[in-house]
């Protein structure tokens, strides 16, 4: 299953081609976010909660399959994995929706290695 850029975030409606920088400054549709939460049975978090974590059961460090939480960030890497780095219309492309944690998971975790080696570089 498929769903359009526009219907992840909320472009300027005079506007239709981003960069990845750009779009990811967007805010997200909140019903993208309940379909994901409901897809993957993880509740949403707001911001980065594996930051002073005492229980660390959200952490990075812990195994993707021990998570019960995910939060705007997570879902920017995963597109990140899913988007190319050129400019990205936000009309006509469309993003897969993960079929489960697991293949979100790996998707977070393959955009956060892109992200990080082209800010490396």
């Excluded at 019903?31 to 952490?59: H, P, V």
């Excluded at 939060?71 to 006509?92: G, Q, R």
């Excluded at 929706?97 to 697991?102: E, F, G, I």
Aim: charged residues 25%; negative net charge; proline residues 5%.
């Amino acid at each position: 299953m498929t769903i359009k850029i526009n219907q992840v975030f909320f472009p300027d409606p005079d506007k239709r081609i981003y960069t990845k920088e750009e779009l990811f400054a967007l805010r997200m549709h909140k019903n993208f976010i309940a379909d994901i939460a409901s897809r993957l049975d993880l509740a949403y978090t707001k911001g980065d909660e594996s930051e002073g974590n005492l229980c660390l059961a959200n952490s990075k460090e812990v195994q993707p399959e021990y998570r019960s939480t995910f939060s705007k960030i997570d879902i920017l890497y995963y597109c990140s994995a899913l988007l190319p780095d050129e400019v990205i219309n936000t009309e006509m492309y469309e993003l897969s929706l993960p079929v489960d944690a697991p293949a979100f998971w790996r998707l977070v975790e393959a955009g956060r290695n892109k992200e990080n080696s082209f800010y490396n570089t």
